[in-house]
């Protein structure tokens, strides 16, 4: 299969015009874990956070998508599928809402389109092995920095500083998208800071020396489209 037809233009090209685009709020819950699932979300801008809720409130940030990104978390062609996170925005977002049957239709009667879900979830298990790599072989401190990594290759915009991570994103935040507490966290960016690794201002962290980070942990330079938090 070819794949620079992404499944999200496949998507878009058949659905732009039939689907209103939502304007959703920062802070906006798109739907939550345990709900029947009715929707697949396509987004246009902003960005969502989907993840968990411990059951003694800590939160955990499993991925952030952006703009080019669908929201498909769910056991697809199941009968009656369950949403197993939940999802909210943490800017101001548009997406555009398909109903899952209409969703699962398409994809089903149309072989590109197949084709493309099918390298779309694959790499997205790709991702999430990586993923677990990182927290399980590095521990707390090789995961904050493979996250500030991935951050980079998703947010990361070039400066005479470093790279700016364009996203604002608190200390607590981060700390749920390591599965950390927030005082360890600090307690490690105070450290990357006194070492001039990364600088934070007005909710923005700048990486300064992204080789320290990767070296750190023992980076695979994966490919983009794997080394993110999409």
Avoid at 68 to 81: A, G, Q, R, S, T
């Amino acid at each position: 299969m070819d794949k620079n037809i992404s499944l999200y233009s496949l998507i878009l090209q058949n659905f732009i015009d039939k689907e209103p685009i939502q304007k959703i709020k920062a802070g906006t819950i798109l739907f939550q874990e345990d709900e029947q699932v009715e929707n697949v979300f396509v987004v246009l801008s902003g960005t969502i956070s989907v993840g968990r809720v411990h059951m003694k409130g800590k939160e955990f940030i499993m991925k952030l998508l952006n703009g080019d990104e669908m929201i498909i978390d769910y056991e697809l062609f199941n009968h009656k599928p369950k949403y197993h996170f939940t999802a909210k925005s943490l800017t101001d977002s548009e997406v555009i809402m398909i109903k899952r049957e209409i969703f699962e239709e398409f994809v089903l009667n149309d072989k590109t389109a197949m084709n493309s879900l099918i390298y779309w979830l694959s790499t997205r298990y790709l991702k999430a092995q990586m993923k677990c790599q990182d927290l399980i072989m590095n521990g707390k401190k090789g995961g904050l920095y493979s996250i500030l990594i991935r951050l980079c290759h998703t947010y990361g915009i070039k400066t005479e500083e470093g790279i700016l991570i364009d996203l604002p994103l608190t200390h607590q935040e981060l700390a749920n998208l390591t599965y950390g507490t927030r005082e360890v966290i600090q307690r490690m960016l105070k450290e990357l800071r006194e070492q001039e690794i990364i600088t934070y201002d007005q909710l923005k962290f700048t990486v300064k020396n992204l080789p320290y980070l990767k070296r750190e942990v023992d980076c695979q330079n994966c490919a983009v489209e794997i080394c993110g938090l999409n």
